[in-house]
């Protein structure tokens, strides 16, 4: 049976990271909404309705298929809960959402120890990509803290998919 794994959060949260390890974890898709912006359609711009279009059908086509899907982004949630909205109604399977819930000043400073990613953007574009806590409207979303590490957010997450 398909199921649904949303992790949503501010650029530099952890969001990838986790999703990464759900994905092993589970077998599953990764949809990553970068990923689709940036290199499937060559966007550069924070939401397009192409991209969010594209999400919607790629896990819906993969929860179709009977695939867990994880999908990872800042998933704006003005531009995204209706399609969150459709993919939890439109499959037989269970659907669960987490967002994480840090500070500016937490992101930049996770952001600080991905060296990789520090060549592709900075504080300055973090300052202006920030929106804090932004649930997604008609979905319950756990709330992911700066208290839990990589570890214990799969291990909950993980918890929770199985019911135990």
Same mark, same amino acid.
């Given at each position: 049976m398909s199921l649904l794994i949303v992790v949503r959060g501010n650029s530099g949260s952890g969001k990838s990271t986790v999703a990464r390890a759900l994905q092993k974890e589970f077998s599953g898709v990764w949809i990553e909404q970068d990923n689709f912006r940036r290199?499937?359609?060559?966007?550069?711009?924070?939401?397009?309705?192409? @991209?969010?279009?594209?999400i919607e059908q790629s896990a819906a086509l993969a929860l179709r298929h009977?695939?867990?899907?994880? @999908?990872?982004?800042? %998933?704006?949630a003005s531009k995204y809960s209706e399609s969150f909205q459709r993919l939890q109604a439109g499959h037989d399977g269970a659907s669960h959402f987490y967002a994480y819930d840090l500070t500016l000043e937490e992101t930049l400073r996770?952001?600080?120890?991905?060296?990789?990613?520090?060549?592709? %953007?900075? $504080?300055k574009q973090m300052r202006g990509w920030y929106h804090g806590w932004d649930p997604l409207h008609g979905i319950a979303e756990q709330r992911?803290?700066? @208290? $839990?590490?990589? $570890?214990?957010t799969v291990a909950r997450i993980a918890r929770d998919v199985r019911g135990r």
């Open positions: 290199t499937i359609l060559g966007e550069t711009g924070n939401y397009s309705p192409l @991209a969010a279009a594209l009977g695939r867990t899907v994880i @999908a990872d982004g800042m %998933f704006n996770r952001h600080a120890t991905r060296t990789q990613k520090q060549a592709d %953007f900075g $504080e992911i803290t700066a @208290a $839990e590490d990589v $570890e214990a």
